[in-house]
């Protein structure tokens, strides 16, 4: 069995990820703190601060784990001051990266779709194209999506320099079955005067995330590879050309949508490694599904 060594595995994420995970690997969870118990007779749970490199670089040499998933973060704008979101993102992910690569060990990692940066605060901002796709350009102006477009560069580095692979995931906003926060803004959404919204009202139930993740895992990917992850349709019930037109007006390209279709496309990670997004927030919104949990730890981040 192989062995993994997962950053944030106690955060949202991090807790779908290991559970998708564990009947396949042997997996290290990494976290500032450790829970008082692991429910994976495969996983075993760790406290370090990745955003100190000492730690992550002994952990790397003592477990050399088969492959790292990064997921480590402050997962969002507006969850703490920009500063601390910049520095805490690109800080861990230059540790995290260059233990990995100096241990010869690939790395899948979340980065977002916030670094292509489509509005900041709420002033929409030029869309080269439509759906928006791993070619358009990235203009992130919020310290959030800055912090992972210079994550992304720094996955480029770590594969020119140490030959290693690396998948630049990029979610959509992540919602979480029975617990979907979507519904709110769509009872708010007015398409007679919409707000521009910066995931063109994109989102994926944090289940296909994980999936994404365990194939991204299994895929032969050559140096650096970037892969959006939204859903398939948007969260405010409206075709999504209209909504675009009416939030962006002339700084939305000619596009028609088919209906409600996302405004983000995962053709790419649909061709390269097979994914395909299975939760709507139709269903997923009022699903019961027993949530990852872990004795001794909050629910997560």
Known sequence: METLLVT?????????????????YEIVGIDRREPERSPYETVEYLAADVT????????????DPDAVVHLAAVPGAGHRAGGETFIHNVESTYN????AGAVDTDIVWSSSEAAYGVTYREQARRLDSLPVDETHPQRPEDAYGT???????????????DDVSVAS???SWIQVPGAYETAAVRNDFDIADPTPSGSLWSYVDVRDVARLIRLALDADIPGHERYLAVAEDN???VPT???IRAAWGDLAPEWESDGDEAAFSSAKARRELGWEPIHSWREAETATVETPAIEG?????
């Open 8 to 24: 944030g595995a106690l955060g949202t994420l991090g807790r779908w990820t290991i559970d998708e995970l564990a009947d396949e």
């Open 52 to 63: 100190e490199q000492g730690p992550i670089f002994e952990l790397c040499l003592d477990v």
């Open 96 to 99: 995290v990266f260059a233990a």
């Open 147 to 161: 912090s992972k477009q210079i994550g992304e560069l720094i996955a480029e580095r770590t594969v020119r320099r």
């Open 169 to 171: 995931l990029q979610p």
């Open 235 to 237: 969260y405010v019930d």
């Open 241 to 243: 050309d209209e909504a």
């Open 297 to 301: 730890s909050a629910v997560g981040r």
